[in-house]
């Protein structure tokens, strides 16, 4: 009974591990992606490969992985709670719907990914803000500087789900 009883919480330590290693992993392509699909008037004329060389000549080799601090922070949760809630809606279409096989999978994938983006949105705001920024042109100072001034300036806490809805539409397809 104490081994069940735990479960959730090896399985939501799983998921955010699980998840931070993979993020980790890929961080330098997701701050290209970003510099990138913004147009960051520092890199909007190279490509991928390109950019990948110039970012650490103009910021270090850390400059790869701006962002990546608030990318933790975010990605444990999510992992963790997208991991945890699979379970849970899977019970649960299988109990009340009575499907299951793949779609009831498929099902229960695309739920916990959408729960585990609208618990997760703001930080993901925060970070592709702080990995948007070039070295020495900063508007944010940090993860709590971010949160503050997104707070501040742009509507409270809706300022930190603008953008949420197309998320959301583009999560069920992926996460299931």
């Known amino acids: 009974a104490a081994r069940r009883d735990f479960y959730w919480?090896?399985?939501?330590?799983?998921g955010g591990v699980?998840?931070?290693?993979?993020?980790?992993t890929t961080a330098p392509l997701d701050r290209v992606k970003i510099l990138l699909q913004a147009h960051n008037h520092h890199y909007k004329h190279l490509g991928v490969f390109s950019t990948l060389r110039a970012v650490p000549k103009k910021e270090g080799y850390l400059g790869l992985y701006k962002g990546n601090g608030a990318m933790m922070i975010r990605i444990f949760p999510y992992g963790a709670i997208q991991f945890m809630a699979?379970?849970?809606?899977k019970k649960v279409i299988k109990k009340q719907l009575g499907i299951s096989g793949?779609?009831?999978?498929?099902?229960?994938?695309?739920?916990?990914?959408?729960?585990?983006?609208?618990?997760t949105y703001?930080?993901?705001?925060?970070?592709?803000?702080?990995?948007?920024?070039?070295k020495g042109e900063h508007k944010y100072m940090g993860i709590v500087h971010a949160f503050k001034m997104i707070y501040t300036k742009e509507?409270?806490?809706?300022?930190?789900?603008?953008?949420?809805?197309?998320?959301?539409?583009?999560?069920?397809?992926y996460a299931g």
């Open 102 to 119: 793949h779609v009831h999978r498929l099902m229960a994938g695309s739920m916990a990914g959408i729960t585990a983006v609208i618990c």
């Open 122 to 134: 703001p930080l993901d705001m925060v970070r592709v803000r702080l990995a948007f920024q070039v």
């Open 9 to 14: 919480l090896r399985s939501f330590i799983a």
């Open 86 to 89: 699979f379970d849970q809606y």
């Open 18 to 24: 699980a998840g931070c290693c993979a993020k980790t």
């Open 155 to 173: 509507g409270g806490f809706s300022g930190f789900y603008r953008g949420l809805m197309p998320t959301v539409v583009g999560m069920a397809p």
